[in-house]
């Protein structure tokens, strides 16, 4: 118990992720394609349409991108976080290089990491509540200038008016 009292809030929640992750571990990547929708983001620059795939289940996230090629341009993965909370992901298995982009419940961008290290175990994310996490090509968030509060528009967001 000491040991983790002496633990981060960060700390903590890299820990109950990564052992949430061991115990819904990807059995056989690369998984098969998932449901896919359409995105919209908007940034400064415009309007871009993404088509992704919905990660929404433990093993769909656990799976996610592992052992796939490099995403096309306008391609890309939604994991959906239920309840929103702090968020953190590594590249373990995943070839391609990718751009996170972190998500709160009304849509608003709250977290951008560009280009995650392929197979890299380095956990990287946020604490700030997040309901979903998109991963995309890595470059598209530089080529779009993704910023924070940029707005992403799916079922998964509700904006408040």
């Not at 002496?6 to 394609?33: I, M």
Request: positive net charge; aromatic residues 6%; contains cysteine.
């Amino acid at each position: 118990m000491k040991a983790l009292r002496s633990l981060s809030l960060s700390g903590f929640c890299l820990a109950v992720l990564l052992s949430t992750a061991s115990a819904h571990a990807c059995k056989n990547p690369p998984q098969s394609q998932l449901k896919t929708e359409q995105l919209t983001l908007e940034t400064l620059r415009g309007v871009t349409e993404f088509t992704v795939e919905l990660a929404a289940t433990a093993e769909e996230k656990a799976c996610g991108l592992m052992k796939r090629p490099r995403l096309a341009a306008f391609k890309g993965m939604l994991f959906q976080q239920v309840p929103p909370g702090p968020a953190y992901f590594w590249m373990k298995n995943t070839p391609a290089p990718l751009d996170m982009i972190f998500i709160d419940a009304e849509g608003r961008v709250i977290h951008v990491i560009e280009h995650a290290t392929p197979y890299s175990t380095t956990a990287r994310g946020t604490d700030l509540p997040t309901t979903g996490i998109l991963e995309l090509r890595a470059g598209m968030a530089s080529r779009l200038a993704i910023e924070l509060g940029d707005r992403v528009i799916h079922r998964w967001f509700k904006p408040v008016n």
